[in-house]
C-alpha cells in the first residue's frame, strides 16, 4: 500500500513558501491541478467559482446580535448595513438579504397596523349600528 502511495509521481510544483508540492501529479502532467500550467484557466474558473460559493464575507458569528422591533431599528440596520458593505465588512449579497428581510419585517409590521386600525374601525360600525338599531326601535 505505501509502496503504491510513494511510486505516484508528485507534483513539480512549489508552494507559495517555496517547499515542494506534495500533491500527486495528474496523469499525464508533471503537476497537480493547482500548479498544471495548462489548467490555470481552468483553475482560475474553479478559484472563482469557490470564491462565490465559499468565501462570502459577513460578521463574525460572535457579533452582538441587531434588536429589530420596529420600524427604527430597521433604519438604524440598513445605516450600519449600507456602511458595511461600503467599507467590504460584509458581502452585497448578505446586504441584500438584509435589505429584502428588513423589507418583509416593515411589511409585517405594516400589516400588524392595518390589521389593528381595521378591528378598531369595525369595533366603531358595530357600535353605530347597535345604537342607531336602537334608535329606529325606540
Ligand atoms: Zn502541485
Do not use: W
Request: proline share 4%; net charge neutral; aromatic share 4%.
Amino acid at each position: 500500500m505505501e509502496n503504491s502511495q510513494a511510486d505516484k509521481k508528485k507534483c513539480k510544483g512549489a508552494k507559495p513558501d517555496g517547499s515542494c508540492c506534495t500533491v500527486a501529479a495528474l496523469p499525464g502532467s508533471d503537476f497537480c491541478f493547482f500548479h498544471d500550467p495548462a489548467r490555470a484557466g481552468e483553475r482560475q474558473e474553479a478559484q472563482a467559482l469557490g470564491g462565490r460559493r465559499h468565501c462570502m464575507k459577513t460578521l463574525n458569528a460572535d457579533a452582538p446580535d441587531v434588536k429589530v422591533e420596529d420600524c427604527q431599528d430597521v433604519r438604524l440596520l440598513i445605516a450600519e448595513t449600507i456602511n458595511q458593505v461600503r467599507k467590504g465588512a460584509i458581502d452585497p449579497r448578505v446586504a441584500n438579504a438584509v435589505g429584502y428581510l428588513a423589507n418583509v419585517f416593515i411589511k409585517a409590521v405594516e400589516q400588524g397596523d392595518l390589521e389593528s386600525r381595521l378591528k378598531e374601525i369595525e369595533a366603531i360600525v358595530k357600535n353605530q349600528r347597535s345604537s342607531s338599531e336602537l334608535k329606529v326601535e325606540i
